[in-house]
């Protein structure tokens, strides 16, 4: 290295002797030809007297050459040494990144491998809460494998699931609702996890039937449908929870608003929470209470007319006509 990038040195003992990386006369710079292959004194440092400057080899061969790329140096150094270049694994083509699950393009994806609700475990299920109406609705439909893992396992297990389509105002698809069922669909699934929801939910709702200038918003799908199993002409939402329910957009042109409350206190917050809402935005506002826990265990308890009656009580008198004919 020395005589190649040095040539106006020379050797002296165990130094090679030069003016300074430049080939100036004079005797200030030396480079050490044998010691120890590191540490101090060690063989291919250098050291200039005049100006302290010091390095090793790599260094020299940056002087002369004027390569700064660390890549191109040792590239360099190689080449001069006879050693064979590194050989670089083939660059491989970046994998296209996977969609993060829980978007509403993950959810559109689930909701179209699904299949509509009549004669599956769906329908099984819903018909042993006492609903009939579920296969008459778009906004439900059936998977036989769907994902279902545990919070704080790794292993997922296909399961058959209720699916329901979140939507916004405009109908898009926004997220999914999952409720895993029973092998034999006559129940949920023997898991801790029986529900779960994935993609954009606040603001939006499962709107199992289209909006008229009334509406009836609740928590669950299977409360919503236990109205609607009484009083067919009601329009219903499903909110899927107290937290999202106080925060239903609510359509234009609505009227009146009816808030099927669950009897717990978060059911009320929520419905104090939306009926603020629907009042401040000029829509008349009425709550309507179960008997039991909410309407799907009444229905269950005491048949759909028992739950007609009690509904009819509760419908302000410019419904009542239109709806209980």
Sequence with gaps: VCRHYLPAGRREGSYWIVGDLQNNPGRSLFVRLTGPPFGPGAAGKFTDGATGEHGDLLDIIRARTGISRFPD??????????????????????????????????????????????????????????????????????HPKCWHREEGQTRSIPRPALIAAVTDGAG??????????????????????????????????????????????GEGIETMLSLREAVPGLPVWAALSAGHLGAVLLPE???????????????????????????????CCHVLEPRLGDFNDDLLAHGKVALRAHLAGQIG???????FP
């Design 172 to 217: 898009g698809l926004q997220g999914v609702h999952r409720t895993w069922l029973a092998p034999d669909g006559r129940g949920k699934a023997a898991v801790k996890t029986q529900r779960r929801a994935m993609g954009h939910l606040l603001g939006n709702a499962v709107r199992l039937t289209p909006q008229d200038d009334i509406l009836v918003v």
């Design 253 to 283: 042109g609505l009227q009146r608003l009816y808030i099927a409350i669950d009897r717990d206190l978060a059911g009320q917050r929520a419905a104090e929470r939306l009926s603020a809402r629907a009042t401040e935005a000029g829509i």
């Design 73 to 142: 140096l040792l590239a360099e150094a190689r080449a001069h040494l006879g050693r064979p270049q590194p050989v670089l694994p083939d660059p491989q083509k970046p994998r296209k990144a996977k969609d993060p699950g829980g978007t509403p393009a993950s959810a559109a994806r689930l909701f179209a491998a699904s299949v509509p609700v009549p004669r599956t475990l769906a329908d099984t299920y819903l018909r042993s809460r006492g609903l009939t109406q579920g296969g008459l609705t778009s906004a439900l439909r059936f």
């Design 317 to 323: 008198p410019e419904d009542r006509r239109r709806l």
